[in-house]
T-cell receptor, first 113, second 111 residues
Framework: EAEVAQSPRYKITEKSQAVAFWCDPI?????LYWYRQILGQGPELLVQ????????DSQLPKDRFSAERLKGVDSTLKIQPAELGDSAMYLC???????????FGNGTRLTVT | GIQVEQSPPDLILQEGANSTLRCNFS?????LQWFHQNPWGQLINLFY???GTKQNGRLSATTVATERYSLLYISSSQTTDSGVYFC?????????????FGKGITLSVRP
């Protein structure tokens, strides 16, 4: 079964450093999502792409976070500079369309020291 | 935005027991999904069920959209069912609204 690929699986970085996460969605999935999950809570949407266009980035802290999906396939989420409060699981998901089944990757667990 | 409440917050079962997990939401929805997050953090989609009833093996789900709730049934529970179960909903009244997750139900199945 096709899967959403994410890397790295774990990342430890010092505050004020830059960090980047990569996601490759299931082939043919036009919609790609980045979620952040703080321990003990449900995932919260950071940004949603439809093909290469941003559909929703209302919850993305744009002063430090950026996301791109240049060719409408894989995507990169960047944090610069990282802060202690950014420690969380960063999850990528994809779906065929906007209101169809969501498939998640394994996530990147970020620890900022 | 739409509110999602899941209950109970925690559930402990003996292997072989049955359970019902509930998800209440505050507005009409056009998208409702149930997920299982295993102890390693992997989120697995269980059901896409904005209305009606579906079954997949020992799991089944029912969404009564008019009464704004969904139920996830687990029968003959196994230790591998342990983890956190999330309900996620998307408002039906707003264009391009996002999927909002509940806080989850932590299930522990003991051998």
């Amino acid at each position: 079964e096709a899967e959403v690929a994410q890397s790295p699986r774990y990342k430890i970085t010092e505050k004020s450093q830059a960090v980047a996460f990569w996601c490759d969605p299931i082939s043919g999935h036009a919609t790609l999502y980045w979620y952040r999950q703080i321990l003990g809570q449900g995932p919260e949407l950071l940004v949603q792409f439809q093909d290469e266009s941003v559909v929703d980035d209302s919850q993305l802290p744009k002063d430090r976070f950026s996301a791109e999906r240049l060719k409408g396939v894989d995507s990169t989420l960047k944090i610069q500079p990282a802060e202690l409060g950014d420690s969380a699981m960063y999850l990528c998901a994809s779906s065929l369309g906007h209101t169809t089944t969501l498939h998640f990757g394994n996530g990147t667990r970020l620890t900022v020291t | 935005g739409i509110q999602v409440e899941q209950s109970p917050p925690d559930l402990i079962l003996q292997e072989g027991a049955n359970s019902t997990l509930r998800c209440n939401f505050s507005d009409s929805v056009n998208n409702l999904q149930w997920f299982h997050q295993n102890p390693w953090g992997q989120l697995i989609n269980l059901f896409y069920i904005p209305s009606g009833t579906k079954q997949n093996g020992r799991l089944s789900a029912t969404t009564v959209a008019t009464e704004r709730y969904s139920l996830l049934y687990i029968s003959s529970s196994q230790t591998t069912d342990s983890g956190v179960y999330f309900c996620a909903v998307e408002e039906g009244s707003r264009a391009n609204s996002k999927l909002t997750f509940g806080k989850g139900i932590t299930l522990s199945v003991r051998p």
